[in-house]
């Protein structure tokens, strides 16, 4: 009988004592990231009354600044090798992460054909700072400097684990939804949401949400199978 509680004790676990990240323990990261995210919305249209439409540049700091700080609290936790690296080291790396990303994502989206002048300079900065909140942050924070795990886990696309698959499939649905939201971009709609960040940044949104959503179904799919060979 205390085998069997022990066993299902372990089952609802968010972060075991070997590092690894229990399915529900992902979905909780999700659900905090998701609703400081909603905050940040919320704080644009009440307390400032803009959006991404109004002013896309206030929103998108706004958006950034309050989800970066829970993002990296919170990865900072399931960072690697915990006995070398310290919770306030992760954090700090974090803020390298957030700038170095800010800096690719701002890179990539002008080689892609994003907008250059000065009145999209705010705009690009802002959006580039909240796409490396959905994308470099989290792995920042986790493999530090580690090029063996960043190689592995985003280029050979070869993720070990759920702490693994909770980041690189949501970064993979940033860039990737970002990709098909700029694809409005160029049509003569004739829309104010058309304009650059704005459908690109919904699309990040949505992308990253799908990604999340994907890799919890990955951790209960993967999970089953392995309790089924188990038995």
């Not at 990261?29 to 206030?58: E, T």
């Not at 989800?67 to 915990?82: Q, T, W």
């Not at 992460?97 to 000065?118: T, W």
Request: charged share 15%.
């Amino acid at each position: 009988m205390n085998e069997a509680k022990k066993k299902k004790t372990e089952t609802y676990v968010v972060v075991s004592r070997d590092g690894s990240m229990s399915a529900l323990g992902a979905f909780f990261v999700y659900l905090i990231s998701g609703l400081f995210l909603g905050v940040g919305f919320w704080v644009a249209r009440n307390k400032f009354a803009v959006d991404l439409v109004s002013d896309p540049s206030l929103t998108l700091f706004l958006l950034w600044s309050i989800e970066f700080p829970v993002v990296a609290i919170v990865y900072s936790f399931l960072r690697k090798a915990p006995e070398k690296c310290s919770w306030s080291k992760a954090v700090g790396r974090s803020i390298l992460g957030l700038i170095s990303g800010a800096f690719m994502n701002a890179l990539g989206a002008i080689a892609l054909g994003a907008p250059v002048g000065m009145q999209y300079v705010s705009k690009t900065i802002h959006w580039s700072f909240l796409m490396s909140v959905f994308t470099f942050l989290p792995a920042t924070a986790v493999f530090g400097a580690s090029w063996t795990d960043w190689h592995r886990a985003f280029a050979s696309m070869k993720p070990i684990g759920n702490i693994e698959y909770m980041i690189v499939i949501p970064a993979y649905g940033a860039i990737v939804g970002g990709w098909f939201g700029a694809w409005p971009m160029p049509l003569d709609w004739g829309r104010p949401w058309q304009e650059w960040p704005i459908c690109v940044c919904y699309g990040a949104i949505g992308g990253c949400i799908v990604g999340q959503i994907l890799s919890l179904s990955l951790m209960f799919l993967f999970r089953k199978h392995k309790n089924l060979k188990v038995a």
